[in-house]
C-alpha cells in the first residue's frame, strides 16, 4: 500500500480550547459503530452524560440550537475527552482534521484547511509543497470497477499539474490557465473514452507551442468584452454560493455583506476596486501570489484523482481555481470593509470558513462540481464551443 502525505502534514497539533473556532460545532458528528458500541458500555458517572448525548438513532452526537456538539463546553473542550480520555473519542474526532482518499492500493492523507490551525500552516508557508509517498507491505482488496488505468493518468496529470503550479518563473494566470487546459483535454479524452491518449495531452503541454498558446489566450482576457465576461461569470458564481448547503449560520451574512461591498455599485466601480487592490496586495502582501499556489496545489492534490470514480477531472480543477477565486473576492471585500486594509487573521479567517462550507458537505462538494461543469470559466467556455 502507498502511503501520499503533504510535507507538513507532520507540523499540525490541535490547540483545542485556544483555537480561534471549534471542530465541534456546525457539522453533525457521526460516531463509528465501534465508538458507539464502547459508549453503550460506559458505566459510572459519565454514563448519564454518554445516554443524553449520543443520539442512537442517528449514530451521532446531538447539538444544542447554535450547532454545537452535546460534548462541547463553554471553554470549547470536549468533556468527554476529559471524562474519558483520548481512547473514548471517534474515528471522526480522532482524524479532524486529517482528511482521507482512498484508491486502490494507494492511501492519500492531507490536512484539511477548515481547520485554523491547518489553514495557517499552509498560509506561512514560503517554499512549494512536496507530496511524500511510503509504501508497507499491507494488500487492499478492490472492486473490478476500479480502473488502475485512469487514476494513473489521473496520478501523472495530476503531478504534472503541480510542477506547473509551482514553477514561479510564470505567472500565476498563466500556471492557472495550463492547469485549466490540460485538465480541459484531459476531460474530453475521459468522455471518449481514450485513456490510453491521456498522456499524450500532457505531452502537449510540455511543448513550447502550447506554452505560447495559453499565453496568447490569457492576452486576450484583458479586451472589455473579455472583462465583461468574467464579471459575469464571478457574479453569478458568488450567488451561486447562496445555493449550498449552511454549515454555519453567520456564512450567509458574511456572503450577502461581501457581495454588496463587490458588486453593489457595478462592473466599472468593481474594476476600480480589482485594479486597486491588485496593486495594494502586490504592494503589502507580496506572498499572497504563494499563498494562492499553496491553495490551488492544496484544492488539486486532495479532488483532482477523485475523478477516478465519476470521470469529471474538468470540474475538480476548475473547482480549485473557483475557490481560489472565491477566496480572493471574499478578501477583497473583507479589504473594502477594512477601509483598504488586510491582515494575515483575515486571510486565515476566509480559507477556514470557506473551507468548512465547502468542504464539509458532500451536497455542497457535488453541487460545486455540477456547477463548474455548467458554467465553465469564459474562456474555456469559448474553447470548448469552437471545437
Ligand atoms: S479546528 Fe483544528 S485547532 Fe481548532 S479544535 Fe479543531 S482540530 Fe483543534
Not at 502537449?204 to 502550447?210: C, F, N, Q, S
Not at 484583458?222 to 457574479?235: A, I, L, N
Request: glycine share 4%.
Amino acid at each position: 500500500m502507498l502511503y501520499t502525505i503533504p510535507d507538513y502534514y507532520r507540523q499540525f497539533h490541535c490547540v483545542a480550547g485556544a483555537c480561534e473556532d471549534t471542530c465541534c460545532a456546525g457539522w453533525q458528528i457521526v460516531a463509528d459503530k465501534s465508538a458507539l458500541r464502547q459508549y453503550k458500555k460506559v458505566t459510572g458517572e459519565y454514563r448519564k452524560e454518554i445516554r443524553a448525548g449520543v443520539d442512537w438513532k442517528e449514530g451521532a452526537f446531538r447539538q444544542d440550537e447554535e450547532k454545537r456538539c452535546y460534548f462541547l463546553n463553554e471553554d470549547n473542550l470536549c468533556n468527554m475527552y476529559t471524562a474519558l480520555g483520548e481512547k473514548a473519542l471517534c474515528k471522526t474526532c480522532k482524524r479532524y482534521p486529517r482528511h482521507i482518499e482512498e484508491f486502490e492500493g494507494v492511501r492519500e492523507m492531507t490536512l484539511s484547511v477548515s481547520c485554523p490551525e491547518v489553514a495557517k500552516i499552509l498560509l506561512q508557508r514560503k517554499e512549494p509543497v512536496q507530496l511524500l509517498i511510503h509504501e508497507d507491505e499491507k494488500e487492499e482488496c478492490w472492486d473490478d470497477a476500479f480502473d488502475p488505468f485512469l487514476y494513473s493518468l489521473l496520478a501523472d496529470a495530476r503531478t504534472m499539474m503541480i510542477q506547473i503550479l509551482q514553477n514561479r518563473e510564470l505567472s500565476l494566470n498563466l500556471r492557472t490557465g495550463l492547469v485549466l487546459a490540460i485538465a480541459h483535454d484531459l476531460q474530453i479524452r475521459i468522455q471518449k473514452q481514450e485513456i490510453f491518449d491521456g498522456e499524450m495531452v500532457l505531452e502537449k503541454y510540455r511543448t513550447e507551442k502550447a506554452m505560447d498558446y495559453i499565453k496568447g489566450q490569457i492576452a486576450k482576457l484583458y479586451t472589455e468584452e473579455e472583462k465583461h465576461r468574467f464579471y459575469e461569470f464571478m457574479t453569478e458564481t458568488f450567488r451561486d454560493q447562496y445555493r449550498l448547503e449552511r454549515l454555519r449560520d453567520n456564512w450567509e451574512p458574511h456572503l450577502l455583506e461581501a457581495e454588496q461591498w463587490l458588486y453593489g455599485k457595478g462592473e466599472a466601480h468593481y474594476y476600480e476596486l480589482r485594479n486597486a487592490f491588485e496593486g495594494w496586495m502586490a504592494e503589502k502582501m507580496p506572498e499572497f501570489e504563494i499563498q494562492k499556489e499553496q491553495l490551488l496545489v492544496y484544492f488539486l492534490s486532495t479532488y483532482l484523482c477523485g475523478a477516478v470514480y465519476d470521470g469529471h477531472a474538468y470540474s475538480k480543477a476548475q473547482m480549485a481555481v473557483v475557490s481560489v477565486l472565491l477566496m480572493q473576492e471574499i478578501l477583497m471585500a473583507q479589504w473594502i470593509k477594512n477601509e483598504k486594509e488586510l491582515y494575515f487573521e483575515d486571510l486565515v479567517d476566509t480559507v477556514y470558513r470557506f473551507s468548512r462550507e465547502l468542504e464539509h458537505s458532500d451536497p455542497n462538494l457535488n453541487l460545486m462540481e455540477r456547477l463548474m461543469s455548467e458554467r465553465p470559466v469564459p474562456w474555456f467556455a469559448k474553447k470548448a464551443a469552437e471545437e
